[in-house]
C-alpha cells in the first residue's frame, strides 16, 4: 500500500510535507521536501520529520510547561522543549524492560501469559497511600498489567485540588508538571516499580472523557476526524508525548506506550489511522527504543473469520491486520464489549480467537485489553478468559475495570467494576490466576 504522511492532506495539495510530518525512513515512498522554513531531519531509521530550520523563526502552536497552574495567568511557562525529569530513580538496564518473545511477552525474565486489569483513574487521585493500597493488592492478586491513562486534558484551569494534565486553549498546550499535574503520575509509577506492577500507559482519548481529542479541538479548531491530520493538534500531541516519556524512560515499571485509547475515525479511509499510527509510533521509538509501543483500538477492522458484523467492518476507518504489520507496533490491543456493539456475549468468543489467528499470523502477540458486562460477571467472563488462555496468539487479558475501596470510599463503578475481594473478583481473578 502506498504510504502517505501523517499530514496527507496537505502533502497531497502541496507536494510539500507539512511541520511535524514524516519525510523519510525505512519504507516511506512520500515526499522529502517540507515546507519552506522546515528541514527533514532523521530520528532513526524509520522515521524523518520536518522540524523548523535553526534560522527559521516559523511557529506552527504555542506549546508551554507548567509547574504551577493554579491561575492561566500566574503559571510559569517555558518553550516547548521540556527538561526530562525521571521519577523513578531506577535506571533499568535494556534487559530489564519488558518485551516481546515470539507471540508472548517476557516480563522480568518470565515468558508467559499475564493477568492485568484497567484502573484508568489511578492518576488522578491525591493519596499517595491510596496508591500504595491498589498497587499492594494488585500484586497479591498477581494482576501483572495496569493500564493507566497518561492524559487529563482541560479547555480551563479546574478548581484548586483537581487533578489535571494538561490545558488546552485558545492555540496553546500547557504542561501541568506540578503536584496536581504529573507529579500524581509520577507516583503511580514509581509504586508500580516497589510493587511489581507493569504499566500501560496511553497518551489520548477518542472520548470526550478526561478531554481527549475534543479537547483539542476546542482548542485548536478543526474536526474530530480531522485530528489526526491537523499539525498544531499533532504538534501539541507529540510534545506532550515527549513530556510523559521523557519522566519514565528509564522505569522497568512501563510495558508499553500506547498511541490512543480506542482511536476511531468514522467513515475516513483507513490510510488516515495507518498513517497516524506508523508516523506515530517511530516517533515515540524515535524518543525510547527500549520500552513497547502499541495503539490502544477496539480491534476493528478485521476480515479474519469475520461474519460481517459491525466491529468487523471498517466504517471507523480501522483496519487491524495492517495497522499491525506497521514495525515500530510490538504488539496487537483489542476489546470487547457485546452490549456496545449490538452482537451477543457468546460471540465475544470468536471475535477472541480471530484476533489470536490475525496475531499468529502477522507473528505479533496481541492483548485483550478490555473487556466486560454490567450482569453474570462470572458466567460470561470467566468463558472469555478461558478462551483467550487457550487461543495461541493470545498473551494476555485485563478486564474492565478494576475497583477497591479507597479512603474515599469505592472507587468509580460503571457497571463493569469487579471489586477487590468480592465473589466476582475470586472468580475472575483469583480462579483466572491460578489456571494460568
Known sequence: MKTLTVFSIATLASAQVAPYGQCGGSGYTGSTVCETGWVCQSQNEWYSQCVASSSSTTTRAAITTSTSTRSSTSSTKTTSSLTSSSSSSTVASSTDFPSVTGLNFTIDGETDYFAGTNAYWIGFLTDDDDVDLVMTHLNESDLRILRVWGFNDVNTVP?????????????????NTGSDGLERLDYVVSSAEKHDIKLIINFVNNWSDYGGM??????????????????????????????????????????????????????????????WVKSTSAYIKSLDSNHLVCIGDEGFGLDTDSDGSYPYTIGEGLNFTLNLGIETIDFATFHLYPDSWGTTDAWGDGWITAHGAACAAVGKPCILEEYGVTSNHCSVEAPWQRTALDTEGVTADMFWQYGDTLSTGETSDDGNTIYYGSSDFTCLVTDHVAAI
Open 159 to 175: 478548581s484548586s485540588g483537581t487533578v489535571y494534565y494538561q490545558l488546552l486553549s485558545d492555540g496553546t498546550a500547557t504542561i
Open 214 to 275: 475534543a479537547a483539542y479541538v476546542t482548542a485548536y479548531g478543526g474536526t474530530q476526524t480531522g485530528w489526526y491530520t491537523n499539525a498544531d493538534i499533532q504538534a501539541a500531541y507529540r510534545n506532550y508525548i515527549s513530556a510523559v516519556v521523557s519522566r519514565y524512560i528509564d522505569s522497568p515499571a512501563i510495558l508499553a506506550w500506547e498511541l490512543a485509547n480506542e482511536p476511531r475515525c468514522q467513515g475516513c479511509d483507513t490510510s488516515v489511522i495507518y498513517d
